[in-house]
């Protein structure tokens, strides 16, 4: 039986004991911060909110090339002879990443390539959602494997909050007259994946504690998420409390396993310090 592995992007922000505990290979995007260079997943958090106080600019960030795709699918090859490969990847909508590992694909066979359309939380609840499935079924045939990975991707909903609005001003995603307005009346907006593409769904308005609140109700209220897992996603600098809060709520709706996922440098760079997130997958139809 041949062995398949799975693989996907930095993008994902699947904690370091997910990933060496089920193998999953996972190739880094880039942070520019300062001229330099920097791998996603290898760079503190904290430096890019250091960089932004220092500055009052955000880094900028890149895709994986086609280059470093070919090097990383090589040594998948490398360390595991006669494998298939399967990679899950950060949705092709916000980044040219997909369209690098398929241009790198090309010089390879027993390899598949996935679009997630979803980034974060949304992608890693994907991935592990096939890790699942091939735990459970180890000698599942690849294409049937790939077939489900498939059908679960558009029931991926993943929506996050910024912590502020200052980050996503610095990136020019927000003007500074909507910038000044949403300071002033404490409104935060809902970005959420739509078809693959990062998009503003909501307003909120008042403190994170009570925005956090309301986000849940509303996601929970809109999809009808599977309650065997819910992922929960977090920057640097969420409170605690509404940590504690989020977790009680989520008992509360009937989840039998809530996973913390903290935003990596990739996501942090655009969301800021102190967001909050959830991510699950949609019941599928009977």
């Known amino acids: 039986m041949r062995r398949i592995i799975l693989s996907t992007e930095s993008g994902a922000d699947l904690p370091k ?4 505990k089920h193998a999953v290979q996972v190739v880094p995007m880039h942070i520019i911060m ?16 250091d960089y ?26 490398d360390d595991y002879p006669d ?22 694909a090309e010089a390879f066979t027993d390899l598949f390539l996935i679009d997630a359309l979803n980034v974060s ?29 498939e059908a679960m991707v558009p029931k991926s909903r993943m929506a996050f909050i910024p912590g502020s609005l200052e980050f996503l001003r610095a990136g020019g995603r927000v003007s500074n007259f909507a910038y000044l307005g ?10 959420e994946l739509m078809e693959g593409k990062l998009v503003s769904t909501k307003k909120y308005r008042g403190k994170m ?9 509303d ?30 709520m989520a008992k509360v709706a009937g989840f039998k396993n809530v996973k913390w996922i903290q935003a990596g440098a990739m996501i942090s760079t655009h969301a800021g310090p102190g967001g909050f997130g959830i991510a699950g997958l949609e019941l599928q139809e009977r």
């Open 182 to 191: 949403g300071a002033l009346l404490k409104i935060k907006p809902c970005i």
């Open 52 to 77: 932004y106080d220092r500055t009052k600019k955000i880094p900028s960030t890149t895709a994986t090339n086609p280059h470093e795709y070919h090097d990383f699918f090589s040594k998948i090859k």
């Open 83 to 104: 494998c298939i490969i399967i990679h899950i990847g950060y949705t092709s909508k916000a980044s040219s990443s997909f369209q690098n590992a398929i241009i790198a």
């Open 209 to 217: 504690n009570a925005v956090a609140e309301k986000l849940m109700q």
């Open 121 to 149: 939380g949304g992608l890693a609840a994907i991935v592990m959602y096939a890790v699942t499935l091939l735990e459970k079924e180890p000698a599942i045939e690849p294409l049937r494997l790939i077939e489900k990975i």
């Open 17 to 20: 004991e997910w990933v060496d």
């Open 219 to 248: 996601y929970l209220h809109q999809y009808s998420i599977d309650r065997e897992q819910l992922y929960l996603l977090y920057s640097i600098g969420l409170d605690e409390s509404i940590k504690r809060r989020m977790d009680e």
């Open 34 to 49: 300062d001229e330099q260079d920097y791998l996603d997943g290898f760079l503190p958090v904290q430096d890019i909110y």
